[in-house]
């Protein structure tokens, strides 16, 4: 008996259509499928931690700046590590909020301390004496959905293929025929499966506590990741 091959995105999607009762010829369900199956890719990519998605790269510091640009497909930063002129890791550099990041800017260049994200890029707390390495660990975006003919696949692992149309007919569930029964019924395979395989939630690191912080008048309104 030959390997079972993965399923595409588009596999998936006959899938799907055959699920809630829908021919697989039918267009316009075809449409609304692909916006559901895509979503629901997307919430399981971020919910659960998928090492495929993990990423290790370097940023440079030069003298001339303190803030560098993020890399294109970064999704949520995990640590920023200095390191040494070897490449050995030397000690990560704690997050803080940007305001405060920028109310502790030193203009004395030296070893930048802290670092604050905005937007897609990295803001340090002082400009380096020299050009720095940084080794940054971060989460990617997953790759977008392709649902046409030729085959594309889910970044993540394939035993997930399965928890992804479970969460799909979840979805299509709730909102076709308002059916609790059946909605809960798909969301509950779909949770069961995450649980079995012991995958954990994406943890997106949390502002650091930090004794030289002032907190008068300040709200953490959230994370930053």
């Known amino acids: 008996m ?3 091959a993965r399923r595409s995105f588009y596999d998936l999607l006959q899938e799907f259509l055959r699920r809630i009762g829908r021919g697989t010829s039918d267009t316009a369900w075809s449409s609304r499928g692909q916006e559901i199956l895509n979503a629901s890719y997307l919430e399981i990519a971020a919910r659960y931690h998928h090492f495929e998605l993990d990423v290790e790269s370097t940023l440079s510091l030069t003298t001339s700046n303190f803030k560098v ?6 999704w949520a930063v995990r640590a920023v590590i200095a ?13 803080s909020e940007v305001e405060f990041n ?3 800017f030193d203009a004395v260049a030296g070893q930048p301390r802290r670092y604050a994200r905005f937007a897609a890029s990295l803001y340090f707390d002082r400009k380096p004496a020299a050009t720095t390495t940084f080794a940054l660990l971060y989460y990617k975006q997953p790759t977008a959905a392709d649902f046409s003919v030729t ?12 928890a992804i149309l ?14 609790p029964q ?9 949770e069961r499966f995450a649980q079995s395989n012991g995958q954990p939630a994406l943890a997106v690191m949390p502002i650091a506590g930090d ?15």
């Open 83 to 95: 390191t040494t002129s070897g490449g050995d890791y030397a000690g990560d550099l704690p997050l």
């Open 151 to 162: 085959p594309a696949y889910s970044a993540l692992h394939r035993i997930w293929d399965d």
């Open 182 to 190: 059946r909605t809960m019924f798909w969301l509950s395979e779909a």
């Open 102 to 104: 920028a109310s502790l």
């Open 2 to 4: 030959a390997a079972i």
């Open 211 to 225: 004794p030289a912080r002032s907190t008068t008048g300040f709200t953490i309104g959230g994370k930053q990741g």
């Open 69 to 74: 640009a993020l890399p294109a497909d970064c």
């Open 166 to 179: 479970c969460a799909a007919l979840a979805r299509a569930s709730a909102a076709i025929w308002e059916d």
